[in-house]
Structure formats: structure tokens, C-alpha cells
């Protein structure tokens, strides 16, 4: 035991990518407490059901319409006597699913073709870059709302929709990534020893690209949620009774001047989420970008 | 004694400055009506929405009309007598009423009037409301005679109804369709302008028969959409009359001092339509438990802020002939066990529209939904913007794939009568696309009681069929019906003499300004 301990301390610590990464990504203050702010919401929404006081659909109290918070209802009741306390811990599930399945399904795709279009250029790349230059024309809220009027409302197809317009935006980020890591003599040199395309894409250039793509993963979470909960404050997205937070911002409108309550807090639901993402974003951006490495 | 002329000047000066300043104390009063939607037309006879009737009362007056309890009063006629087949009116008209433009009221402009909107060619809005007239002729200058093309008991509440107005003979001649940009009639403000969409102008008429009316200089009808920037004008005095105030915003200006809330009693009457010719609301005892189901105590506070009762029959009270019902109750475990005895104890799912979009039909809708997830009746909500809800319930042609199931939606009666409360949503012929039954409800005793209403001039028999009528549709249960409910309004309280009608039109034509 002791000889190995002496061991390890002659040749500093091992430095996997991963204690490379934690040790950096520790230094970024706000970052890691966006961290931990995002784990502690992800935590909620899984145990959404068990933690929240009521039923956030099918409780109701109409004796209690638009009461301010008190002790029994901590964050007020809403206009049809529901809890919306409760409703918020059950909207946290639907608006982090969102974010995060529409993002996760945009990168997988977009990353796959950013790989294709900046390994192999030529034709593929000009379509794929085409395309990807359309979508990127459109604002990315109207291009939603787009997408969702040809598909029609509810969750779902507002996940498709936030899907489809964070492809582009991976599309051109493993692109631009492929393109420098192709040319880097390791990459020759795979070659050279006679690797297949596949293999020089999935086991060496593919993993380069993963940090950017993280990084953007992160910071497109805060922007798909708010995406979503926009769509569903117009009324194309969740439908009642679903506690999503942008529904229940948009229901909220009508007594904003005598309950306020009912505005707010679904409001900082949505802010606060997509502030801890964005912080987030930048905390792992500065831990993972080697161009700022200030060791 | 010598008086300098600057003197003489100066004095001239003070004398002119003093006269200006008292000119405000008996300043022109100017009054601005705030109301929620634009103004379709300024011609009645061509207007299907309530607001742009209301407002043509500023310029247009009618043969009939309705004081504020809905009581039918003689306007621009004085008297009426009937055959006794019930098929020719015979009119007297009021003496020495001129139009705007200075031509004379006559006989020879209610023929022309009439005329104009019975032929089918003018392609007016509500032309269904007068096809029933045959003919009108002018007697002598003051006597007109209408004959009919079948008897039609409820003929003078059509010509009480709104859009029943009379305009200049010679304004149509001159303008023809372009009539709705000049409209020109007996009321006692005349047309100043219409900037569209924004407001639309009236100055008050010298020559109105009225003497002493009216008593406000001009009004300026404003069309504000959004429900903040109406109550926003209110307090800061903006505007002095505002109709309608949402619900929420009520209790914010109820608070202020020098604003007047006002809650009126209405004959709109807000229902839920099941289509009686789909599974499963073919089965009467589904329909039941619906109604059962659906606290209306609880609905009136959650949606309209209290400003609603429960609905105590199908025919709202104020309306000539409706009869008074105990309101349908709530009963939670009744509405389960009428389920469970019609087939279905776990629910079924089924689609809930609205033919409305605005937050208290978000709110209705919602509710709904709520209380009927409880007897395990699952809905998914769509509120119809108003092209929807032409296209998909009111003009669908086929009754069989209409798509229509549980639609909430609301009725106002504005000839005041029983027979436009029934005929046109609940009449075995009024399915869409002829009418709104949106039930698609047919009852053979229902459909009699109706025609032999319309037929016999006798009232006591009249309101026989129409209880009977009332009776069978309450106990078939076509509709859960809801609410009735208030008509809010706020007005400034130096304004004096505007109230919004039962059927949500105004009167101002005593409108005064402190």
C-alpha cells in the first residue's frame, strides 16, 4: 500500500479527461453552483409526484380562488382552486423533458451530420450546409411556431419542433470542429495505417467534437425551454389541464392586476431554470475550452 | 370724459380673455365610450354582432324598441293593429321626425327600408329575421301596412330587434351599398367618422324629435381589444364608459372613487351543447349525468367572478314566455351512477370546444374540465377562434360527420321573445347549417309547441306551447345548461344615463355629463 501511494505521488495525478475536466470546471464558482442547482431541480422532477402537497391537476378548492400564499398553499392557489406550489414541482418534469429530449434528439442528429459534412465536404457538405443555412435564416421562435402548425399542437410535436430547429446549429458546430481535427497529423496518421472512414469519424474525430457539443448542449437546454414554454403561453404546446409553466403563465394573464402571485412564480420557475442552464453552459465552456487554459 | 382708445383696447382684451376662460364651465361634453371589439358595419341590417347594433343606436332608431328591463316599446311608430289571421300589421307612424339628411320619416322610408332588406339580392345579414314579410305598402304618409307571408306572432319583436332600424330613403338612394360608410338616420347623434379600427365619431343632432335630447355634444366609440388598456382608460378618465369590464378586473375598479361599477341583469344565457346524434351523448342519461356533474355555484365564482347565477331554465328571465326552473343540480354521486348505468363507469374521452377564445372561455372550458374528469369523463379542450367556429360547427354541412360534440357556447334572444330563444337552437330544422342547434336536437313535441307558437295570435295558448316546449328540452337535456350571466359595465360617475340593455346593447340616448 504505502509503496504504491509513494508511487503515484512521484508522477503527479494520473490526468484521465475527466479529473483533467473536474478540476477546472471546480474553479468556475458560479458554474458549479448552477450545477448543483440543476441536479437539485432534475431530483424534483423525478420525485415531482411524491414531494407535491397536492394533486396538481385534480385537487381543487374553490373556496380558496386566487388566494395569496399562506402556509397550506406556500406559492398561492391559481383561478380554478389548484395548488400552484404543486403544479410548478409536476411543470418542472414536463419543461426539463422538453429541453432536454429536444435538445438531446437535435444533437444527436445534428452532430451525425456536422461529422458527414466536415469529413467528407464535396456535395454532402454543400446540401447539409444548405439546409442548415435555410433553417438558420429563420428566427428560432417562428420557426417553431412553423413547425408546430404544420404538425399541429400538444407536447409532443413542440419537442419535434424545438428538435428540429437545434439542428443546424450542431450541424455547423461538428463541422466546424471535424474540419480542423481532420487535418491534425494524428488523424494522418490513422489514416496512413489504413483505418476505415467509419473509424477515423466515430473513434478519433468524433470525440474531439464532444466537449463543443456539450457545451452547447447545455446552453441550448435554457433556450429550448424557453422556446417551448412560449409555445405553450400561445397555446400550441402543452394543453390544459397539463401544468406546463408557459400554460400556466398565459393562464395567469387574465388576473395578473388582483393575483399576481399566479404570474410570478411560474415566471421565476422558467427564469430561474434557464438562468442555472445558461450559467452552467458558461461554467463548462470555460472548463472545457483548451483555449482558455490558465493552469 | 375722455377714455383712451388702448384703454378701451385692453379692456376689450380682458373682457375676451374672461370669456374664454368661463367657456369650459359649459365646455362641449365630449364623452368616449370604450368598447372591446372593432365595429363590423354601421348598418344594423347587415351586422351580426351585438356591438355594431349597439353602437348604430348613436345615428339609427327602429319602428321598436326595448326599455332596460326588455319591455317592447313603440319608437318611431306609435301604434300597430293585426288581422285577425295574423297575417297584415298596419302601422301609425310618428309625426314630424326627419332624418339626419333633412328628408321626412314616412311610411314611404319604412317600404323602403323593408324592401331593401327582404330582397335577396342585397345578400344583407339578416335578411333570415324579415323573409317572413311578404309585402309592405304606405297607406298614407303615416299608416304602413306589412302583410306576411305566414302568420308570425312574434313579428313586432323582429322589428324591436336591433337591427331593425329605419335610414334615410333618400341616403340609400344616394350611396347604395356604400351605405355603412354613410349611414344616415333619425337618432340624435349624426355621423362625424369612422377611422377604422380605431374609433368611430357621432355629434349630437339638432333637429331630433326628442326636444331637449340629447344632452352630450359628441361620442366617440373606441375600439380597445386588449381588457388592461380598457380598465387603464377608466382610471385615468380616458374614457367615461366602458362595457364590457372583464370579470377579474372588476374588483380593481369597484376601489376607485369617482368610477361607478355597474352589474346588469342579462337573457344571455352560457350552455353546454351535447350532440345528440353521436355516441354517447345519444343516451339521455349520459346528457344527465354531464349536467349533474357540473357545479354551476362553483362555475359562476371560478369564471365570472360571481357576476352569474346558475341558469334557471332554458329560456332566461326577462324573455317574454320563459319559464322559471329550479336550477340543475350538482350531484357528484347521481352523475356516477347515471353513468354507470348508461355503460360507461370508468368515462369515456370526448372533445370539449368553445365557440369563444377569450380568457373567461378559457376558464369556462377548463372548469368543465375539471368537473367532469371527476365522473371519468376525459376532454381535450380546443376554444374555436371565430372563422373555426364557422367552419367547423355552424356552416358544417353534414350532420352525421360533425365533428361537434360537447361545445360550450351562449345565446342572447334580442327580440326579447321566446321564439328566437328556441327556434333557432333547438328547432328539429335548425341544425347547422340552417341554424344553431349545435345539439342537433329533434323532439316532434318540441318542433309543434314551436310552430303552433308562431301560428296562434292567442297569448294565453302561446305561453302554453312555449312552457311545454321549455319543459320537454329541460327534462331531454340536449344542453347542460350553465349560467346567466351579469352584464358589467363601469362608468364614470359624473356620466349619467348610460345602461347596458339585458341583451347587451346600450341606451344612452339621456346620456348627460356633470
Redesign the interface.
Given at each position: 500500500m504505502n509503496d504504491r501511494a509513494t508511487l503515484v505521488a512521484d508522477v503527479e495525478v494520473i490526468r484521465t479527461p475527466w479529473n483533467e475536466f473536474w478540476r477546472k470546471f471546480k474553479r468556475q464558482k458560479i458554474g458549479v453552483v448552477a450545477g448543483i442547482f440543476v441536479v437539485v431541480l432534475v431530483a424534483i422532477a423525478i420525485a415531482a409526484p411524491w414531494i407535491a402537497p397536492y394533486d396538481a391537476?385534480?385537487y381543487?378548492d374553490?373556496d380558496q380562488?386566487n388566494a395569496a400564499p399562506s402556509m397550506a398553499h406556500w406559492f398561492g392557489v391559481d383561478?380554478?382552486?389548484r395548488d400552484i406550489l404543486s403544479r410548478i414541482l409536476m411543470g418542472a418534469r414536463i419543461s426539463l423533458a422538453a429541453g432536454f429530449v429536444s435538445v438531446a434528439a437535435g444533437a444527436v442528429v445534428g452532430t451525425l451530420l456536422g461529422l458527414v459534412a466536415g469529413y467528407y465536404e464535396g456535395w454532402a457538405d454543400r446540401i447539409i450546409m444548405r439546409i442548415a443555412d435555410v433553417l438558420f435564416a429563420f428566427p428560432g421562435i417562428l420557426l417553431a411556431i412553423g413547425i408546430v402548425a404544420i404538425l399541429g399542437g400538444g407536447e409532443a410535436n413542440v419537442i419535434v419542433a424545438v428538435a428540429i430547429f437545434s439542428i443546424p446549429t450542431f450541424a455547423r458546430l461538428a463541422r466546424g470542429t471535424t474540419l480542423g481535427l481532420k487535418r491534425l497529423t494524428f488523424v494522418e496518421a490513422v489514416r496512413s495505417i489504413g483505418a476505415t472512414n467509419w473509424t477515423i469519424i466515430s473513434r478519433h474525430i468524433f470525440p474531439g467534437t464532444v466537449p463543443a457539443v456539450i457545451v452547447y448542449f447545455s446552453l441550448r437546454i435554457g433556450t429550448s425551454i424557453i422556446t417551448a414554454a412560449s409555445l405553450s403561453f400561445l397555446?400550441m404546446g402543452a394543453?390544459?389541464?397539463t401544468p406546463e409553466w408557459g400554460a400556466m403563465l398565459d393562464?395567469a394573464?387574465?388576473?395578473?392586476?388582483?393575483a399576481p402571485h399566479e404570474a410570478i412564480f411560474p415566471a421565476l420557475a422558467i427564469f430561474a431554470t434557464v438562468l442555472a442552464f445558461n450559467l452552467l453552459g458558461d461554467g463548462l465552456r470555460d472548463a472545457l475550452d483548451p483555449r482558455l487554459d490558465r493552469r | 370724459m375722455k377714455f383712451p382708445l388702448h384703454r378701451f383696447a385692453a379692456a376689450l382684451a380682458v373682457a375676451a380673455v374672461a370669456a374664454l376662460a368661463a367657456l369650459p364651465a359649459q365646455a362641449a361634453k365630449d364623452v368616449v365610450f370604450a368598447v372591446a371589439s372593432t365595429f363590423t358595419t354601421t348598418d344594423p341590417y347587415d351586422a351580426n354582432d351585438t356591438l355594431s347594433q349597439a353602437m348604430a343606436k348613436s345615428f339609427y332608431e327602429g319602428l321598436y324598441g326595448f326599455d332596460k328591463d326588455m319591455k317592447m316599446i313603440p319608437v318611431l311608430a306609435t301604434s300597430y293593429e293585426v288581422s285577425s289571421d295574423g297575417l297584415v300589421y298596419t302601422l301609425h307612424l310618428r309625426h314630424g321626425v326627419k332624418f339626419h339628411d333633412g328628408t321626412d320619416f314616412n311610411a314611404e322610408a319604412v317600404k323602403v327600408n323593408l324592401d331593401r332588406v327582404t330582397n335577396p339580392d342585397n345578400h344583407l345579414k339578416r335578411y333570415g329575421l324579415y323573409s317572413v314579410i311578404a309585402k309592405t305598402e304606405a297607406v298614407d304618409p303615416y299608416t304602413a301596412r306589412i302583410t306576411l307571408k305566414n302568420p308570425f306572432s312574434a313579428f313586432i319583436n323582429d322589428l324591436a330587434h336591433p337591427s331593425g332600424v329605419m335610414i334615410s330613403p333618400a341616403a340609400i338612394q344616394k350611396y347604395g351599398k356604400e351605405i355603412a360608410f354613410h349611414p344616415v338616420g333619425t337618432g340624435p347623434f349624426e355621423f362625424v367618422e369612422w377611422k377604422q379600427p380605431d374609433y368611430l365619431k357621432v355629434k349630437k343632432f339638432a333637429g331630433y324629435w326628442q326636444k331637449g335630447l340629447p344632452k352630450i355634444d359628441t361620442i366617440t366609440w373606441r375600439s380597445v381589444v386588449d381588457?388592461?388598456a380598457r380598465?387603464a382608460m377608466m382610471q385615468t378618465g380616458e374614457a367615461q364608459f366602458t362595457f364590457p369590464v372583464?370579470y377579474?378586473?372588476a374588483?380593481?375598479l369597484k376601489k376607485k372613487p369617482d368610477l361607478a361599477l355597474v352589474a346588469a341583469p342579462s337573457i344571455v344565457i352560457r350552455y353546454l351543447s351535447m350532440n345528440t346524434q353521436q355516441k354517447p351523448f345519444d343516451n339521455v342519461k349520459v346528457r344527465e349525468a354531464i349536467a349533474y356533474a357540473i357545479?354551476k355555484q362553483?362555475l359562476a365564482?371560478?369564471a365570472f367572478n360571481g357576476y352569474a347565477e346558475p341558469a334557471a331554465g332554458v329560456v332566461p328571465q326577462g324573455v317574454e314566455y320563459a319559464v322559471k326552473m329550479a336550477p340543475w343540480p350538482y350531484d357528484l354521486a347521481k352523475a356516477k351512477a347515471l353513468m354507470k348505468e348508461a355503460g360507461y363507469p370508468d368515462g369515456f374521452e370526448t372533445e370539449l370546444w368553445s365557440a369563444y377564445n377569450h380568457?373567461t372561455a378559457?376558464?369556462v372550458?377548463?372548469?368543465i374540465?375539471?368537473q367532469l374528469?371527476?365522473i371519468g369523463i376525459r376532454t381535450?379542450?380546443t376554444?374555436l377562434e371565430s372563422g373555426q367556429r364557422v367552419q367547423r360547427v355552424e356552416s358544417w354541412q353534414d350532420p352525421k360527420t360533425a365533428g361537434v360534440r360537447l361545445y360550450y357556447v351562449g345565446w342572447s334572444s334580442s327580440t326579447g321573445e321566446a321564439d328566437w330563444a328556441l327556434r333557432p337552437l333547438l328547432y328539429g330544422e335548425s341544425w347547422p347549417p340552417t341554424l344553431f342547434n349545435t345539439a342537433y336536437y329533434k323532439s316532434d313535441k318540441v318542433d309543434a309547441d314551436i310552430k303552433g307558437a308562431l301560428l296562434t295570435t292567442d297569448s294565453k295558448e302561446k305561453a302554453r306551447l312555449y312552457k311545454d316546449a321549455q319543459e320537454t328540452i329541460w327534462h331531454d337535456a340536449p344542453w347542460a345548461p350553465l349560467v346567466v350571466e351579469k352584464l358589467l359595465s363601469a362608468n364614470s360617475k359624473k356620466l349619467t344615463g348610460v345602461y347596458v340593455m339585458p341583451d347587451a346593447s346600450f341606451n344612452f340616448t339621456n346620456a348627460d355629463l356633470k
Open positions: 391537476e385534480n381543487f374553490y380562488l383561478a380554478l382552486g397555446g394543453q390544459p389541464p393562464a394573464r387574465a388576473d395578473m392586476l388582483t | 381588457n388592461n380598465a372583464p377579474e378586473i374588483d380593481v357545479n362553483a365564482k371560478v380568457t378559457q376558464k372550458t377548463q372548469f374540465q375539471q374528469q371527476q381535450r379542450i376554444l
